[in-house]
């Protein structure tokens, strides 16, 4: 890769380091000489309570004022000189005390000048200055103890300067050898945390391909392993969106292809309406006319011109009630009331109902069915269902003349079929039976005054109480059937 994360994480590691440890070198030089001047000032001057202490006491002659005062004297590496008021040496921690007097008369008595002051008060000074003879720079404390003993007490600066300058010196060495060491331990430890981000590259390569079978599987329980779970969860959730999006998609094409239908529908329900309703129009206004001009002169012949014009004014209202009925159904805004009943009698009502024309066209209308076959359903519906096929049945029977209305329990269902001896039904003819204003024979149903809604309103009335319906072709006659809940 052009920017591999490992060479990155050993760029920034070795960085991270040459750059901790350029401060280190450069915090040594610069901060190691004040914070050695200020312990040094400290030890001084807690150095100088201890004697002044004692002085207060009188202790400057015991053992243990010479123990202890040996013993500061060796742990912070400081000269220490103590005179009485005749300058006299009570205790020194240098075999040589005259250096350390002349400097010390010299700041009583004859004011020497100094570098640099450093902290003063009434009892005692702490400076730092120049040794002219030996060429050191000293931090020293010099003052009056209680009982008018004098003290001076000095430590050497350069001692802290060359610390500092073998401190950065092993600091650099030590920084070379950990950069190199650090590198070795960083190139193997990369590779934990490179490894599982390479992963998951090639998992999101292939997820742009929208390949989503790979899944994230170096495990683990840091941020890594979490981003790698939430790739696996992304990826089976994008594969389940994209999934739903051409469902979605296809559906959609589906709605479009409905649409398509329904407005050549539309269009066709349009013409079909103008044309049932052309010919009733056209009758009644030229009947009408005719009876205004008294082109009749008898009265016979005038009832017979209002007759048309009943009869076809009652063809255009039952068309326009079914039509209504019909769109109700298709659009769900007629109610469902589900009601125990007995079917068998209203299927004897609907016989008894049209009795006058079933003696007119000389048929016979067998019912077959228990007495009482109680079903749950909706008996306005179902009447209507049934009133349909019987009023088929009679408009069509032809041969034997015969009428079958069967009932039959399957299960928990209920079958209610009406046979009529005739010629069976085109097989082409077949699928389009339920359509709205589809005419098997368009003379014949005219002749009768249908209006090719009957069996759409069946259709829409079964499929709103969930339940079949269908036709069935016989040698002699056809079948139509429908299906309701039986107890």
């Not at 312990?39 to 002044?52: C, F, G, H, N, S």
């Not at 205790?91 to 002349?102: G, H, K, P, Q």
């Not at 650090?182 to 990369?190: F, T």
Request: glycine share 6%; net charge negative.
């Amino acid at each position: 890769m052009k920017h591999s994360i490992r060479l990155q994480f050993m760029l920034l590691f070795s960085a991270a380091m040459v750059s901790v440890i350029l401060l280190c070198i450069l915090a040594n030089s610069l901060l190691l000489g004040p914070f050695y001047t200020k312990q040094k000032e400290k030890v001084l001057r807690e150095a100088y309570k201890l004697i002044d202490g004692y002085s207060l006491n009188g202790g400057l002659d015991t053992e243990e004022f010479t123990v202890g005062l040996d013993q500061v004297a060796a742990r912070y590496n400081l000269d220490i000189l103590v005179l009485d008021a005749d300058t006299n040496t009570i205790r020194a921690t240098v075999n040589d005390t005259r250096i350390l007097t002349d400097r010390l008369l010299g700041y009583i008595f004859s004011n020497d000048p100094v570098d640099e002051v450093i902290y003063k008060n009434d009892t005692y000074t702490v400076q730092k200055n120049m040794d002219p003879r030996m060429h050191t720079e000293y931090i020293e404390l010099w003052g009056v103890l209680t009982g008018n003993r004098f003290v001076f007490m000095r430590s050497p600066m350069e001692s802290i300067e060359t610390s500092a300058h073998v401190a950065n010196r092993l600091l650099l060495y030590v920084g070379i050898v950990v950069l190199l060491l650090g590198l070795i331990v960083n190139l193997i430890l990369s590779r934990k945390v490179t490894d599982p981000i390479l992963e998951l590259v090639d998992i999101s390569e292939k997820m742009t391909r929208l390949d989503f079978d790979v899944k994230y599987k170096s495990g683990g329980d840091n941020e890594i392993a979490l981003l790698g779970c939430h790739m696996n969860r992304l990826s089976s959730t994008l594969e389940k969106t994209i999934s739903e999006l051409k469902t979605a998609n296809n559906n959609l094409q589906s709605e479009l292809n409905k649409k398509a239908e329904i407005e050549e529908m539309r269009g066709d329900f349009i013409s079909n309406v103008s044309h049932e309703l052309k010919t009733p129009i056209a009758l009644i206004q030229g009947y009408s006319e005719g009876l205004k001009d008294c082109v009749n002169s008898d009265e016979e012949s005038r009832d017979y011109y209002c007759d048309v014009i009943i009869d076809e004014a009652a063809r255009m209202n039952k068309l326009v009630r079914n039509l209504l009925e019909l769109n109700q159904l298709e659009f769900g805004n007629d109610n469902v009331s589900m009601e125990r009943f007995d079917i068998a009698e209203l299927i004897a009502n609907c016989i008894q109902a049209d009795d006058l024309i079933i003696r007119q066209d000389e048929l016979t209308v067998d019912l077959i069915s228990e007495h009482p076959m109680y079903v749950w359903s909706d008996e306005f519906k179902v009447e209507q269902v049934v009133n349909n096929y019987l009023s088929n049945a009679i408009h069509y029977c032809k041969n034997e003349k015969k009428i079958e209305i069967k009932t039959s329990r399957d299960g928990g269902k209920v079958r209610v079929s009406v046979f009529n001896s005739g010629d069976p039904i085109p097989d082409e003819a077949l699928p389009h039976l339920w359509t709205k204003f589809y005419k098997v024979d368009k003379a014949r149903t005219r002749e009768y005054g249908g209006s090719g809604i009957g069996l759409s309103i069946v259709k829409a009335v079964m499929e709103s109480l969930n339940n079949s319906y269908g036709v069935i072709n016989h040698d002699n006659g056809v079948e139509f059937y429908f299906e309701v809940d039986g107890e």
